[in-house]
């Protein structure tokens, strides 16, 4: 069977260093927001080209953290509107929803997956004050036309950059408002909202998360609203939320980071593959503009009977998932969305299926995936 996402075996390949860290973790007997934690922040900052990073405790609360920061520093308000792809993970509408903003959904580009900035334009009102930008499978959104409608209409920019960690604008990027000359995802906005789930790029070994961002005052608010709203312990000065990154999950993304850009690099060389040797006219390959825009978190083709092509694969040993089976206004949790209807993004979650590529796939693997998928 070829798994579809082997963690046991990408996370073998660290797991010498992972066990120093555990041991100096287990003698230094500090277990939140110590040295470990610093360090990777600093670390990420750096890598992403930004000023900050601040450690959270997941992707989710990245991002909502982000959105109430901007409430604290009274840049936006309660009942705000947020546009975001309606193609996206669940975790994007949920984040707008409990920082009580008001998510508004447009569609995707059919050939990228990805927010279709003439449809941002459309949906912007006078209550628009931000756009949830999601690199989504690890292809960069179109920045350069977001941050430019952003900027027009004086409204943030915020990236859930989850799926998209190391992945580089190819085009030298100058950001609006700053002089960074830094053109990596997580830089590409106002702020940006990491995930460090085990199964992202960038994994960690149980939860984690991060946010960065070049904003001096946004960045205080966070430091603080992550653990209490508190800078001297026992002074809590904003109503904030216990979410820290893990000392000891920091020591372990410290441990993969330097990794990072060899593994996409491994995971672009697979995509390359399946994108030239996959010749099946009843298989829609997913668009790859050949530049390191792209991290290939997922590799994700289309086709019309989804269902019967995945089980094809399972019986000929050989693992797929759905990114992501039902689109988020038609998920139950979800029924002040139940009225609308996104035909694009209803035909890609009814045609996608995606192919293992993870970075520990052998050549033989790949070899067996192709082949199989060429005979169906
Ligand atoms: C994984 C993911 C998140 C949430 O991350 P968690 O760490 O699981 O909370 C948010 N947005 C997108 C696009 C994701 O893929």
Redesign the pocket.
């Known amino acids: 069977m070829i798994k579809f996402l082997d963690l046991h075996k990408i996370n073998l390949q660290y797991e010498s260093a992972f066990q120093e860290k555990f041991r100096s973790f287990l003698d230094k007997g500090w277990y939140i927001l110590g040295e470990e934690v610093q360090a990777f922040e600093k670390q990420f900052a750096q890598y992403c080209g930004t000023n900050y990073c601040i450690g959270v405790g ?4 990245a ?1 909502v953290l982000i959105f109430k920061g901007y409430i604290e520093l009274g840049k936006l308000q309660k009942g705000d509107e947020v546009i975001v792809a309606a193609n ?2 669940i ?2 509408i949920l984040a707008i929803l409990q920082a009580d903003l008001v998510p508004v959904l447009v569609e995707p580009n059919a050939k990228t997956f990805n927010i279709d900035p003439k449809e941002v334009e459309k949906a912007i009102t006078t209550k628009t004050k931000a756009i949830l930008a ?1 690199h ?1 499978y690890g292809q960069l959104a179109d920045m350069e036309t977001i941050n430019a409608i952003a900027k027009k209409n004086n409204i943030l920019v915020i990236e ?1 950059a ?2 998209a960690q190391g992945a580089v604008m190819s085009v030298q990027f100058q950001f609006a408002d700053s002089e960074l000359p830094s053109s990596f995802s997580g830089n590409l906005g106002h702020a940006a909202g990491f ?1 460090f ?1 085990p199964g ?1 790029n960038l994994g960690a070994l149980g ?1 984690a ?1 991060a946010i960065t961002t070049n904003d001096d005052a946004l960045a205080k608010v966070l430091f603080s609203l992550r653990n209490y709203g508190s800078e001297v312990k026992y002074h809590n000065e904003l109503a904030g939320v216990n979410s820290r990154l893990d000392e000891i999950q920091a020591a372990f993304l410290s441990v993969k980071l330097p990794h990072l850009d060899q593994e996409n690099a491994i995971r672009r060389q697979i995509a390359k593959r399946y994108l030239s040797e996959i010749k099946n006219s009843k298989i829609q390959l997913p668009f790859y503009d050949y530049s390191e825009n792209h991290i290939f978190h997922l590799f994700v083709i289309q086709t019309e009977k989804r269902d019967e092509l995945q089980q094809y694969l399972l019986e000929n040993g050989i693992q797929t998932q759905i990114h992501y089976p039902i689109p988020p206004h038609q998920q139950k949790a979800l029924p002040q969305l139940h009225h609308l209807s996104f035909p694009i993004t209803e035909k890609i979650h009814k045609e996608i299926l995606s192919l293992p590529i993870s970075p520990v796939l052998t050549a033989e693997e790949i070899t067996i995936i192709i082949t199989v998928l060429n005979q169906y």
């Open positions: 997941n992707g989710l609360d991002l996206t993970y975790a994007s999601v989504l859930d989850a799926q995930s789930y992202k939860d998360g």
